[in-house]
Structure formats: structure tokens, C-alpha cells
């Protein structure tokens, strides 16, 4: 069975730090974008980050730029979020999701793990 299944979330103070982790099973990755979304209470689904499967390529969201990093590590068939300096703003539900080829928007990608929470708070 092809699954994605995020973890590292948790509860972390303000400026602090959290690496996900989204590892894939049943398939390898190596062919697909992965990207973070996150979503928060009374927020709109957004696009934290985002790997291409071609030439690697990287996208941020404006409001993580400098804070955070994608990365993939196929050998183990796992992309990753270093998050750095987190804000209370950052809190939400963390999911992974692929796309063949190249990133896309939320709409556009096909497969989604179940999602990991990640809440930043004093």
C-alpha cells in the first residue's frame, strides 16, 4: 500500500525548532514533487514549501522564507522541513503531499499523508 506519513511534530516555545519528517512507503519519490501545507483554525489551506523532482528546485512561502528549509533525501525516501525560529503563527497541522514532476498548488497534488501538529507556544 503506497502511504505518506509525516512526524516530528509537537509543542515547541517561540523560537524554537522542529525538523519533519514525510517518508514515503510503497513508492520511491524520486519521480515526484513533495511539497508542506499547512492549515490552521480559521485559516486558509497554504503552501508552506515545496520540492520539484527534476532539478530540485525549492519554493517557500513568503511567511517562512529564512526560517525554513526543504530537503530530500532519497536514499531514504524522505523529504524533510527544517523549521527554525518558530512563531506562534506557525501553529497548524503539517501534511506532505506529492505531484508527479514538478510543484503545484494545494488543488493540484495527488497524494497526502495524514498530516502531524505542530503547536508553538509559551
Known amino acids: 500500500q503506497s502511504q505518506l506519513v509525516e512526524s516530528g511534530g509537537g509543542l515547541v516555545q517561540p523560537g524554537g525548532f522542529l525538523n519533519l519528517s514525510c517518508a514515503a512507503s510503497g513508492f520511491t519519490l524520486d519521480h515526484y514533487a513533495v511539497g508542506w501545507f499547512r492549515q490552521a483554525p480559521g485559516k486558509e489551506h497554504e503552501r508552506v514549501s515545496c520540492?520539484?523532482?527534476?532539478?530540485?528546485?525549492?519554493h517557500y512561502d513568503d511567511s517562512v522564507k529564512g526560517r525554513f528549509t526543504i530537503s530530500r533525501d532519497n536514499s531514504k525516501n524522505t523529504v524533510y522541513l527544517q523549521m527554525n525560529s518558530l512563531k506562534p503563527e506557525d501553529t497548524a497541522v503539517y501534511y506532505c503531499a506529492t505531484a508527479w514532476g514538478n510543484c503545484r498548488p494545494a488543488d493540484g497534488m495527488e497524494y497526502w499523508g495524514k498530516g502531524t501538529l505542530v503547536t508553538v507556544s509559551s
Open positions: 520540492i520539484d523532482s527534476g532539478d530540485g528546485g525549492t
